[in-house]
């Protein structure tokens, strides 16, 4: 898979997929999750979740990161899992449910915190992914529709 971006671009993409498994890898050791288990590249693609993205978002909110750079890191990850796949390096993408933040919208920054630690709730209880999705999926709609009538 080539990309046809500018060399300042794949610079970035770079860097943001290196701070995600900066603070995965931070995150994992920290909660003692079974890092020490994971020994090839393609076993650690395959144990990331939905709800590790969701982390990782709340992280960056939490840190105040705008975002336009919450965005382009997660474009970056789309594409990374993406070649991923593609390559058969790993099974499936933990971005494919994630959506871009909207600018200049603290509620739906708030939504998001509260999405990702229902989503962390939802994986601690043993919800397959595609429940946690179809949940997930749901409160977005119900949220857009309290927008809309409201």
Known sequence: M?????KKTAANYKSDIKNFFAWYIFSVTNNKAGYANLSLAENLLNV???AH???YITN???SATPATTINRRLS???LFFKYAIQNQICTHDPTESISNLKKNSGRHDDHLIILSEF?????SEGASSSTIRGYVADIKHLLVWVKQTT
């Open 119 to 123: 989503t962390e709730h939802l994986q």
């Open 60 to 62: 960056l909110l939490e």
């Open 48 to 50: 990331i979740s939905t």
């Open 2 to 6: 080539r990309l046809n971006v500018s």
């Open 76 to 78: 970056a990850l789309r």
């Open 53 to 55: 993205i969701t982390g």
